[in-house]
């Protein structure tokens, strides 16, 4: 499965951007998809992840209550919304997918993520 990830962009402090994940090859099926991001000089970090199956999602606690993850099964094609945006969130954002579903407890681990698509860049100015 290949994944376009897109939607990043330049936005003040308390902004939004909405970035989205796009699958061609496969569909998500009983994958997990997820956003992870990466700051400069820093490891990358998971964001947040939906289960394609049941719906469910799971943030990190950075961004819970700002940021939500949904999925448009027709277009096969996960969103991020994030709201408030904070200079913290500068990153490169990557969205992946995983396989098989994961067990709850390693969803926002990079290790279950088998299919990765390229960074799009959000910043924040503050």
């Known amino acids: 499965v290949q994944l376009q990830a897109s939607g990043g962009g330049l936005v003040q402090a308390g902004g939004s951007l909405r970035l989205s994940c796009a699958a061609s090859g496969r569909t998500f099926r009983s994958s997990a998809v997820g956003w992870f991001r990466q700051a400069p000089g820093k490891e990358r970090e998971f964001v947040a992840a939906?289960?394609?199956?049941?719906?469910?999602?799971y943030y990190a606690d950075s961004v819970k209550g700002r940021f939500t993850i949904s999925g448009d099964k027709a277009k096969n094609t996960v969103y991020l919304q994030m709201n408030a945006l904070k200079a913290e969130d500068t990153a490169d954002y990557y969205c992946a997918a995983t396989r098989f579903s994961p067990i709850i407890s390693a969803i926002r681990r990079e290790s279950q993520y088998l299919y990765w698509g390229q960074g799009t860049q959000v910043t924040v100015s503050s």
């Open positions: 939906v289960r394609w199956g049941d719906s469910r999602t």
